[in-house]
């Protein structure tokens, strides 16, 4: 902490200079008066002094400046070296690119926590002194953490066993885990017609699952059944979203909570994008929707034409019946029987 003034003075302060203000030892100059102190100050003191020039009206108004610059100008890059000062920038884009990775949301939050591991097992609960004892019961592991949840737990080497091979399972599970599960995470290539990053978010998920259908339930977990489960969810969200990106839509529909463009597939006019099938679904009412409304504008028009056919073919009586009248000697304006139906 550093020190002021008052505490590294060599002598006793004199009672006049007490109620003195710094520009009372500044001379006509704008110059340090270091005559009325310099007796008072050890010669660090002084040279500490001496580096601050005293303030003056010619220099201006003070102005206010960005101090992680040196031209005390404000600048993006700046800030973003200050605020990920120590943090890991790597992690950070595994992060945003996970956001932008296909997968139900739930799934997406699930390997949010897991990333900045946030789950909460026996370890974390012990962390937080929720529970006294951090093992399993289940397996009699030690420590339950999210790397055994995920990969050392048996019913998790046998889902990866059977989704990755006998010949490939040992390097697959031979990396750390924040690179293996960053790394399978992002993959891009297909296992089973599936895309990996799919399939591997979903393993996880239901692993997780499991897990918990163990300890609050004590449900016990067929791996054979998981392994399928696993597969028939990864592709029926593959097959849904691919059929959901072949739809061809002709306009954009408006939803209660904004707008979501058929060219981007993204939501747009502040709108709020969200889960796959549920905007599938949408669009499936607005096509409704506006297919009943043309139908309806139809069913008008045929009226509208019915009505008009009707009254152009009395007109046309009408005319013929004048003529004809005419014809046989009787004035238009004489009173002539008009027949029901034309009148």
Known sequence: MESTLGDIVTSEIPSQLHQMSVIDFVDCNGTWNSGSFQHLLPTEGLLKVAAIPPLTDCLGEDKPFWGLTPSSSFTVSSIFEAVTEGVDVSRQRNQNLMWRRNGLGKVRMFLWLVLNNALLTNSEHARCHMVADSSREVCGAHQETIEHVLRDYDNAFFVWHELIGRAKVGEFLSSPFNDWFSKNLLEGNETYDIAWNTLFGTACWQLWSARNREVIVGEETCTKSLVLTI???????????????????????????????????????????????EVLEMVTRGMARTQRTEEAKNNEEVKKKTVENGERVGRRAQTAFYRKSKELGRDKGDSV???????
């Not at 849904?240 to 979501?260: A, E, P, V």
């Not at 029987?337 to 009148?343: D, H, R, S, T, Y």
Request: without cysteine; hydrophobic residues 45%.
């Open 231 to 277: 597969k028939a969810k990864a592709m029926e969200f593959q097959v849904s979203r691919t059929n959901f990106l072949n739809i061809q839509l002709q306009k954009r529909y408006k939803y209660t909570h904004g707008q979501w463009g058929r060219d981007t597939w993204r939501a747009i006019a502040g709108g709020l994008a969200p889960d796959v099938m």
């Open 337 to 343: 029987a008009v027949p029901a139906a034309l009148g």
